[in-house]
């Protein structure tokens, strides 16, 4: 598979990455004045768990979901999340959230000396299942986007939803291959977990 193509450093239009498929989500808000968006976090999301490729996980950013559709949506009734991309399995990506707004995808969580994770990391979520593996297809996209990040704000950490809320979060899980990400990045190793 051949990578994707960067995008110019003026494509990107108010946080929107041109590559994307653009689905608004009314589940964010505006980040605390001076934050310094360092930070993506990495998660994991399949709607209903292990079924892939359904626009469930759409509905559920955009506040859409059939609540009554599986039996599984009522432990998730009303809840109101975002992020900024989802990466299905076949590499398509979507963008929910313009990145120069804050996402709803952290939670209560803390990573490398601050809070609020929210208010200064991006958000990626990847069709998948914790501890399951993920696609060629999703490592291509996920690498491009990562460059085009850092192109656009002062990236300077990776972590994953496990990683910045330990004990609460297990995503993306043992089946993500953090050295496949790291080897395909410029990024010291310091801005990775230590894994």
Known sequence: MQELPLSPDNSWLQGWNPQALRLDSPNYGPRPAGACIDLVVIHSISLPPGHYGGHEVQDLFTNRLDWAAHPYFEQIRGLQVSAHFYIRRDGTL???VSCDDRAWHAGASQYRGRSNCNDDSI????????????EDAQYICLNALCRELQQHYPIA????HEH???GRKFDPGAGFDWLRLQSGLNFPSQSFPRL
Do not use: D, R
Request: zero cysteines; hydrophobic letters at 50%; charged letters at 20%.
């Open 164 to 166: 910045i809320a330990p």
């Open 123 to 134: 958000g990626i979520e990847l069709e998948g299942l914790e501890g399951e593996a993920f």
């Open 157 to 160: 950490h990776v972590a994953g």
């Open 94 to 96: 979507w963008q929910f």
